[in-house]
């Protein structure tokens, strides 16, 4: 069954096309790599599915809903999250603090309740703590939980976003480029976390340059190449496909 489905999506700048005649549907409960050469297109494809840009054409439609139109926190709040790059920590806030502002964003009203200071807003912190624990262990920070999020190494801090996004509840994540500036041992935790998000029902969708990550991990991948789609495949027959190879994994030494 469909989770997203991008309908002839076209996004133009002018007259470049970063997006044009884009077609694919992402499966629930799957991790999904959106995968292309530099300027193909990713980046702005999850702005578009975020909300953050408008299409210039086409539809998309995320758990049977038309959300083309709709401002980036009303798709959030169904179910959209985007997990987070260092830039968006906050550094001097602990690993917890850091969650927890997930849950805030998750829900305003949380927030004016807990300026009330009623019996119910203290009910609905302790409840968040544990929750925000819960993904803190979950994404193997249990240790770090109390260290400021600028103390953290790199591995660490990209695990923190995710963490973020996690406490947002989503249904779809997004991840850009997850394992990007890891060494091999952060990448893989990172890979088998992402495999544990996916086994919790939360459906991935992957942009990741690394094609030995892409090849390990994903369900099902697209291939975008100049902002349209040139093949979707299970990663056996993306590694295989004639046109793939030619306009990317040939140029990426990383392929094998
Ligand atoms: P990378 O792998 O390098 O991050 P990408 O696949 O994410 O690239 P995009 O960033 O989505 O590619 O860019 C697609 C195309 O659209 C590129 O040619 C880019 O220059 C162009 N583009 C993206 N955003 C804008 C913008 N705001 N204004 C004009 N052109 C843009």
Do not use: W
């Not at 790059?85 to 917890?96: A, C, D, H, K």
């Not at 459906?203 to 390990?216: A, G, P, Q």
């Amino acid at each position: 069954m469909s989770l997203l489905t991008l309908e002839n999506v076209g996004k133009n700048y002018g007259k470049l096309e970063a997006v044009s005649e884009l077609d694919f549907s992402v499966e629930k409960g799957t991790i999904h790599s959106l995968i292309g050469p530099n300027g193909a297109g990713k980046t702005t494809v999850f702005n578009l599915i975020t909300g953050m840009i408008r299409p210039t054409s086409g539809r998309i439609v995320f758990n049977g809903e038309d959300v083309t139109r709709l401002e980036p926190h009303k798709i959030a709040q169904r179910g959209v999250a985007r997990s987070f790059q260092q830039t968006f920590l906050f550094m001097e806030y602990s690993v917890l603090d850091n969650v927890l502002t997930g849950f805030h964003m998750r829900s305003r009203a949380g927030v004016i309740k807990e300026f009330l200071h009623t019996r119910a807003a203290r009910e609905a912190d302790k409840k968040a703590t544990e929750q925000a624990l819960e993904i803190v262990d979950f994404m193997g920070l249990s240790e770090q939980k109390d260290e400021l999020a600028g103390n953290l190494p790199h591995g660490h801090q990209r695990a923190l976003g995710v963490s973020i996004a996690l406490a947002c509840d989503p249904t779809l994540l997004l991840m850009d480029e997850p394992v990007t500036g890891m060494n091999p041992t952060e990448s893989n935790e990172m890979v088998e976390r992402i495999r544990r998000i996916r086994d919790r029902g939360i459906t991935v969708l992957l942009v990741e340059h690394s094609m030995r990550v892409v090849m390990d991990i994903s369900d099902m991948i697209t291939v975008i190449s100049y902002g349209r789609k040139i093949a979707q495949g299970l990663p056996d027959e993306i590694k295989h496909d004639r046109q793939v190879i030619e306009a990317y994994i040939g140029e990426d030494t990383d392929a094998a």
